[in-house]
């Protein structure tokens, strides 16, 4: 099992749809985490960032983490096409690197 | 204020040469750490410099290394370069100076082995 999971799509959605992006996690001492967007032939670009458990929001992107569950999860609102982008999960543990998840392909359909 | 600056964006070497990769971090960061990113694996850790020492280090063969100098740029080196080792190689610079900050990537350098 991975230390971190991601489906990997590609997700479909509609034009103004609300996305929901999640993503899993075996290590307990998890306790940073974060979201990024990666364009083709771009580096991924630092989306949300959260420490410990609870929900972040900013303009139309929800971050929410879960740690009981081990759960992450990423939502967008009122998508657009330029939304369009593999998503990546990253999560590290207190003195260790980062771990990223595989990442999620996201096409928004004009 | 200016991003990750990575050089070259593309380079193409052959099995058996060597290659330097080179990384400018966000003003101010004194954290960088590097990331290979191929299809199959996604995104791996190499290492991470901090105040020119390692501070972290990945699951790779020796023959990947790095430095940081004192102005926090930093620079990847890859010996005896192997068909496998094609792949996209990231910079990320954070500030370093506590742990778990949030991490700023460049656009990678793409490196093909032929």
């Known amino acids: 099992q991975k230390e971190v999971e991601q489906d990997p799509g590609p997700l479909s959605v509609p034009e103004g749809a609300i996305v929901s992006l999640n993503c899993t996690y075996s290590?307990?001492?998890?306790?940073?985490f974060m979201w990024y967007r990666q364009y083709s032939r771009k580096g991924p670009e630092l989306l949300m960032y959260?420490?410990?458990?609870g929900n972040k929001e900013d303009g139309r992107f929800t971050a929410q983490v879960d740690k009981s569950s081990k759960y992450i999860s990423l939502f967008i609102r009122d998508s657009q096409p330029s939304d369009s982008a593999t998503y990546l999960c990253?999560?590290?543990?207190?003195?260790?690197?980062?771990?990223f998840g595989p990442g999620t392909r996201l096409s928004v359909l004009p | 204020k200016a991003g990750v600056t990575q050089t070259p964006r593309y380079l193409i070497k052959t099995r058996g040469q060597q290659v330097t990769l080179s990384c400018s971090p966000i003003?101010?960061?004194?954290?960088v750490s590097w990331y290979q990113q191929t299809p199959g694996q996604g995104l791996q850790f190499l290492f991470e410099?901090?105040?020119?020492?390692?501070?972290n280090k990945g699951n790779f063969p020796g023959r990947f290394s790095g430095r940081q100098f004192s102005n926090s740029r930093s620079e990847m080196n890859v010996s005896t370069l192997e068909l496998g080792d094609s792949a996209l190689y990231l910079c990320?610079?954070?500030?370093?100076?506590?742990?778990?900050?949030?991490?700023?990537f460049g656009d990678g350098t793409r490196l093909s082995i032929l």
């Open positions: 990320a610079s954070s500030l370093g100076d506590s742990q778990g900050q949030p991490q700023h």
């Open positions: 290590n307990s001492a998890f306790q940073y």
């Open positions: 959260t420490y410990s458990s």
């Open positions: 990253a999560m590290s543990a207190r003195g260790q690197n980062f771990v």
């Open positions: 003003s101010g960061h004194r954290s």
């Open positions: 410099y901090f105040s020119e020492t390692q501070r």
